[in-house]
């Protein structure tokens, strides 16, 4: 009974390539966010969104969007994929408008670009 | 400069030593997260604080506002303990800090 699930746990591509990242949370969490976790092990934000807000951090490509179908959902499509994308990616979910309510992280997708 | 600093970036110690982990942070926050993540890469939320002190178990977490610092503190350590622990502020946005892995060795 997962609280917050993200598919696929592996994931490998060819530059160039699109591709998807599903996050389902059966929390009824309001907010839901994707992070990167490079190599070094850098946890960073990329977006953070409720049903009335998508933030976007600045620094992540718009190779990069997410999609949210409705409230319990935000998948992660990357366009035209590179090298440099190649890392662990975690979505999150948290109770409120604001993220100062717990976290509740996915188990990760590792996304390996040859 | 990184907005939140954690200390030390690497720890061992041997099974029943008290842990300490610290935090620094530079921005103005709402809350502040400590993180757990074991080597399968699994993320888990320790603690969410504002203010004071929490307990659970054997971690214990301070926070000091006005210093702009907390602590994570490990009582009895055990092996099952080792693990990446991360700092987090949220304030307008999330900032992590870079971590810090812990090696309890029996």
């Known amino acids: 009974d997962t609280a917050v699930s993200q598919t696929p746990k592996y994931l490998v591509t060819q530059m160039g390539n699109d591709k998807s990242i599903k996050c389902e949370q059966n929390l009824g969490h309001d907010t839901m966010y994707w992070y990167k976790q490079d190599s070094k092990k850098f946890l960073k934000i990329m977006f953070s969104?409720?049903?009335?807000?998508?933030?976007i951090n600045e620094t992540v490509p718009n190779r990069f969007s997410p999609k949210s179908p409705d409230k319990a959902h935000l998948n992660l499509h990357i366009n035209s994929l590179e090298l440099g994308d190649s890392a662990v990616y975690f979505c999150?979910?948290?109770?409120?408008?604001?993220?100062?309510?717990?976290?509740?992280f996915g188990n990760g997708t590792r996304l390996t670009v040859t | 400069k990184n907005e939140v600093e954690q200390s030390p970036q690497n720890l061992t110690a041997q099974e029943g030593e008290f842990i300490t982990i610290n935090c620094s942070y530079s921005v103005g926050i709402s809350a502040l997260h400590w993180l757990q993540q074991h080597p399968g890469g699994g993320i888990v939320s320790l603690f969410m604080?504002?203010?004071g002190k929490k307990k659970h178990g054997r971690l214990i977490a301070t926070i000091n506002i006005q210093e702009k610092h907390s602590s994570l503190h490990i009582t009895a350590s055990h092996p099952r303990d080792s693990a990446v622990y991360i700092c987090?502020?949220?304030?307008?946005?999330?900032?992590f800090g870079t971590g810090t892995s812990l090696t309890v060795i029996p």
């Open positions: 999150a979910s948290t109770g409120g408008e604001r993220p100062n309510s717990p976290l509740h």
């Open positions: 604080l504002s203010s």
């Open positions: 987090a502020v949220t304030g307008n946005q999330f900032y």
């Open positions: 969104y409720n049903n009335k807000e998508l933030i």
